[in-house]
T-cell receptor, first 116, second 116 residues
Framework: GAGVSQSPSNKVTEKGKDVELRCDPISGHTALYWYRQSLGQGLEFLIYFQGNSAPDKSGLPSDRFSAERTGGSVSTLTIQRTQQEDSAVYLC??????????????FGPGTRLTVL | GENVEQHPSTLSVQEGDSAVIKCTYSDSASNYFPWYKQELGKRPQLIIDIRSNVGEKKDQRIAVTLNKTAKHFSLHITETQPEDSAVYFCAPRRGQIKAAGNKLTFGGGTRVLVKP
């Protein structure tokens, strides 16, 4: 079946502009995550959605970052007034979220963001 | 939150030799221990995982061993091949979603290079 998809695959923007990154999770996956990966670095957790619960935003680096998840499916990560240090690959992942269960996360291909 | 460290950060091995990567963690309540593989330019993918009630798990040339007392677990790759060249990430956590959410704290990654 279809995996996690993200769009765009690449985004080049100018410093100060706003950008929106989209994630389509695997159908039926109620948990959705956003991560950031800078060049040659590890994965940095940004935000986590689980069903209708309030999202865990503890990883968002500043108030310029926000995310929404509409209808429990598609999610959009918005970065306002982009800075050069925002340049990274933004990865989305989704998983089933059964209670008392260990759920593999499936990653999308990522969006490579370059802020000039 | 979970403090996760991986060692070494880079590992170069000759084809056919073994590779071992160690992951240490701080949260004694962690009970799920996955390893992800990320090939160059691709998304992370789960390659093996282990739960706290098991000390070792093998899948063909890869294995994971767990030492809960010392709070570390290791990835073992035997008979390495060029296609094993990638970055490997550990992500220990509390497995049950009701425990502490389902977000992952990733280790910093280990870049493995298998020389033919």
């Amino acid at each position: 079946g279809a995996g996690v998809s993200q769009s765009p695959s690449n985004k080049v923007t100018e410093k100060g502009k706003d950008v929106e990154l989209r994630c389509d999770p695997i159908s039926g996956h109620t948990a959705l995550y956003w991560y950031r990966q800078s060049l040659g670095q590890g994965l940095e957790f940004l935000i986590y959605f689980q069903g209708n619960s309030a999202p865990d935003k503890s990883g968002l680096p500043s108030d310029r970052f926000s995310a929404e998840r509409t209808g429990g499916s598609v999610s959009t990560l918005t970065i306002q007034r982009t800075q050069q240090e925002d340049s990274a690959v933004y990865l989305c992942a989704s998983s089933l979220a059964r209670w008392s269960s260990y759920n593999e996360q499936f990653f999308g291909p990522g969006t490579r963001l370059t802020v000039l | 939150g979970e403090n996760v460290e991986q060692h070494p950060s880079t590992l170069s091995v000759q084809e056919g030799d073994s590779a071992v990567i160690k992951c240490t963690y701080s949260d004694s309540a962690s009970n799920y221990f996955p390893w992800y593989k990320q090939e160059l330019g691709k998304r992370p993918q789960l390659i093996i995982d282990i739960r706290s009630n098991v000390g070792e798990k093998k899948d063909q040339r890869i294995a994971v061993t767990l030492n809960k007392t010392a709070k570390h677990f290791s990835l073992h790759i035997t008979e390495t091949q060029p296609e094993d060249s990638a970055v490997y990430f550990c992500a220990p956590r509390r497995g049950q979603i009701k425990a502490a959410g389902n977000k992952l704290t990733f280790g910093g990654g280990t870049r493995v290079l298998v020389k033919p």
